[in-house]
């Protein structure tokens, strides 16, 4: 069969090929037992079609990554390949267009549980459309075997996880000040790396453990949150300033609870780890090649609608919103489908994320977006980038590299 736009190979003329040159099959083994030390899950011998396409996931295109069966290839993240930087990229122009378009055409008094609604149908139908464009191969042996308890460990639990996430977030937000809120926001990438080292034995180098420290200094500064300036300021300026202005500041800035901010923020990107370490685990690792970005996406979509649907019936504002004028609908636009189905994208695409680069590295692609998206503001509105947001951009690219180009040394598994 003849591959198509989005790179669909048929598994059993793959088979053919390989049986038919058998020397040309142990050379492809031998070359992935010597790289197997760059990779924890050990690869069967016996699997010798899921190895070939392991190998032939470098040499996609960025076409083929996006929309074909490579979605159901055993990654190795331990690895920079082209599947990882052309989604983890992808992730972040997303990211990047998010909020602009958010702004342009969603009108803020519109029912959010709504939109996230809509969003997650959309979700759905697109993973359902790639799905299928993966081939009749490869949909009939993701479904086959595919069970509702397997479902319901592998997308369920993370689907409440992000769930409690989201809304210990906006608890979070609600009672600590913007500086706080930020710092404790960002350690989600350090909870990610924590628990997919506890649960998948995903450990981080050195070099990397510093670039993760490096990712989240930019962050913050980028954001405002911390200041090279502040590193130069005279100490008298510094006490005068707090001395006069102390009153002003604290009567500006929001109280911070530990137990109802600081808390609830913790919480949130501990819980954000590990449904990103469980997501990641669940398209890398389950049933031997783990689970199908597309399929495993659909999932995720299918239990937070539920979830949506029960705390709209659940609530008295939520069934008020149904039951009034305009529905969930109210406030919407025709335009306003263009900022849901680009977020739908993101949900996506961070599937594709967690299969090819992790969950850890989904941080990085975030970050990345968070610096286009202050780059983009400033060209829009002409306005000369800061000495910190510069900075914060080279120590993005540096982490990057440092993390990308510095993976764990692990002992080949005899």
């Known amino acids: 069969m003849a591959p198509t736009l989005f790179g669909h190979h048929s598994q059993v003329a793959a088979f053919a090929s390989v049986t038919k040159h058998h020397s040309s099959l142990k050379r492809v083994c031998n070359t992935i037992t010597s790289c197997s030390r760059y990779d924890n899950i050990r690869t069967p011998p016996a699997i010798y079609i899921t190895a070939s396409r392991s190998l032939h996931l470098h040499a996609q295109s960025p076409l083929s990554i996006i929309g074909g069966a490579t979605a159901t290839v055993v990654a190795n993240t331990d690895t920079v390949s082209t599947a990882a930087i052309t989604t983890m990229i992808l ?35 697109l993973s359902a459309i790639l799905f299928l464009r993966c081939g009749k191969d490869v949909v009939s042996t993701e479904l086959h075997g595919w069970t509702l308890s397997s479902s319901l460990l592998l997308a369920g639990i993370p689907a409440v996880l992000y769930a ?28 990610a790396a924590l628990w997919c080292f506890l649960l998948m034995g995903k450990s981080q180098s050195v070099v990397q453990i510093v670039a993760l420290a490096i990712l989240l200094f930019s962050a913050l500064l980028f954001q405002g949150s911390i200041s090279f300036s502040d590193l130069f300021r005279k100490r008298s300026d510094e006490t005068r300033i707090i001395h006069t202005d102390a009153h002003d500041v604290e009567k500006a800035r929001p109280h911070t609870s530990f137990s109802k901010g600081i808390m609830p923020c913790l919480g949130a990107a501990f819980i954000s780890g590990l449904a990103g370490a469980l997501s990641q685990k669940g398209v890398q690792l389950a049933g031997g090649k783990g689970r199908n970005a597309y399929l495993y996406t659909m999932e995720l979509g299918v239990y937070s609608s539920i979830s949506l649907l029960i705390s709209l019936f659940a609530t008295k504002n939520g069934r008020e919103s149904l039951s009034g004028e305009g529905g969930i609908f109210k406030h919407w636009t025709p335009f306003s489908i263009i900022p849901i189905t680009v977020r739908a994208l993101g949900g996506i695409l961070t599937a594709l994320v967690h299969k090819y680069a992790g ?9 990345m977006g968070l610096i286009m998206t202050g780059v983009m503001q400033s060209v829009i509105e002409r306005e000369r980038l800061s000495f910190d947001e510069i900075m914060a951009m080279v120590l993005v690219i540096l982490s990057s590299y440092l993390h990308l180009a510095y993976p764990p040394t692990a002992n080949i598994a005899l």
């Open 359 to 367: 969950a850890t590295r989904k941080g990085f692609a975030l970050i």
């Open 91 to 125: 992730l972040a122009l997303q990211y990047c267009a998010q909020p602009p378009l958010t702004r342009k055409f969603l009108d803020s008094k519109a029912n959010k549980k709504g939109i996230t609604m809509i969003e997650e149908i959309v979700k759905m139908g």
């Open 164 to 191: 409690v996430q989201g809304v210990l977030t906006y608890l979070g937000y609600q009672n600590t000040d913007s500086v706080t809120f930020n710092g404790l926001n960002q350690t989600k990438t350090l909870s």
